[in-house]
């Protein structure tokens, strides 16, 4: 409420007004009651509230939910794909190059934001699905040696083919190269003290909170057993940042 009525003196002092009929708020919380019975208000008038809005190209929901925003993103990614699926699929064009149109052209547009995404296997299914059905399209498929039938690349055939990490674990490197970052923030900004922070009060149902630290650890130890990095690389990055 303090922000908004901030926002209203702000915006006098420049000569503009606020259009409450356009400004929406949203309450995150696991608890959906929070926040019904109040409403914000600037200028007397009432304001709407949103269950979700896109803010710098991000879908942000009021479960603070990741859900959505790998939805979104696969379906604009399903868009890009179909658009240059003839190039994927010439041949004319050697695979190499077809990689990097995959690579320069869809994949930033899947993985936009990534670096804060909090995935859950199903996620990571998903995106291996969409990888996969790119990269079918890019091999081509495969003629059957007892059969003499064309048939489609299985996912173990199309791991052999691909050289380069998949596009989970493109994801994870980003969240790591993104930690760095946030490591040497230090502890006056407020996503450095969550990242390092312990979750506080009476926890809800379900799965217990855990703390960052925890969560790294645990996709370093992953890590490791696939390129031969960890926490050395992250002290590097860091400049000597611990865990």
Known sequence: MKNAEALVVATKETGLE????KTKYIIMSRDQNVGRSHSMKIDNSSTGRAEEFKYLGTMLTNQNSIQEEIKSRLK??????????????SSLLPKNLKIKIYRTIILPIVLYGCKTWSMTLREEHRL?????????????????????????????????LYSLLNIVWVVKSRRMRWVGHVARMGEGRGVHRVLVGKPEGKRPLGRLRVEGRIIL???????????????SWLRIETGGWRM
Request: overall charge positive.
């Open 18 to 21: 606020v259009n409450t009929d």
């Open 76 to 89: 604009l990614g399903n868009a890009c794909y179909y658009s240059v699926q003839n190039l994927l699929s």
């Open 128 to 160: 291996r699905v969409f990888e996969n059905r790119v990269l079918r399209r890019v091999f081509g498929p495969k003629r059957d040696e007892v059969t003499g039938e064309c048939r489609k690349l299985h996912n173990e055939e199309l791991s052999d």
């Open 217 to 231: 650890r645990q996709i370093f130890r992953k890590w490791e057993g696939v390129v031969g990095t960890g926490w």
